[in-house]
């Protein structure tokens, strides 16, 4: 009886222990001028990536930004440029965190970056469609890090996409009618 009532005791505390420190999806609403996108993040997968977002969302960062690049059947791309097309100062760029198993599929979301694998910053993307050549395939392949997804508002995603675009300040595809990114907050 005492056996197995320390074997209880023992497989609560594991249980509790486990469950306090497993990291919680956390829910961000993104509040456009076209309507609401819900985005649920993963920091268990990727937790550089969550923290990074996190931190700019912390500091109102986003506010005010928009969604510069748009092509449809592609993704949409915001997070780093003002309506004036000024880019924003960020903070230094994180480790690319996209050998975390999650792949670039139709509504998740992942963060941008240049030809340089450990490049990311603030600004991030919506797949609009399956993307896989845009996942981590290994050295010669390092991917775009999908750190969540899309979980209501995937209409608003889907009037964003298929905006008309321009070039504007020399960047091609920003669409002609502006998205503000008015907000991301916490849910």
Do not use: W
Request: charged share 20%.
């Amino acid at each position: 009886m005492k056996y197995t009532l320390k074997l209880f005791f023992i497989f609560l505390l594991s249980f509790l222990s486990i469950n306090v420190f497993a990291e919680k999806n956390v829910q961000f609403v993104i509040n456009t001028s076209k309507g609401n996108i819900v985005i649920e993040t993963y920091p268990e997968k990727a937790p550089i990536t969550v923290k990074n977002f996190e931190s700019y969302v912390n500091k109102g960062f986003y506010n005010a930004t928009i969604f510069h690049r748009v092509i449809d059947g592609f993704m949409i791309q915001g997070g780093g440029f003002t309506k004036d097309m000024s880019q924003k100062q960020t903070d230094a760029p994180i480790k690319n965190e996209a050998d975390n198993g999650l792949k670039n599929v139709k509504y998740s979301i992942a963060m941008a970056r240049t030809s340089i694998p450990d490049s990311a910053t603030s600004q991030f993307f919506i797949n609009i469609k399956d993307n896989d050549f845009l996942n981590y395939t290994g050295q010669s392949g390092p991917g775009y890090c999908v750190f969540g997804k899309v979980i209501e508002g995937q209409d608003v995603v889907d009037k964003i996409a298929k905006l008309k675009t321009r070039v504007k300040n020399g960047m091609g595809d920003v669409p002609i009618k502006t998205v503000k990114i008015n907000s991301i907050k916490v849910k």
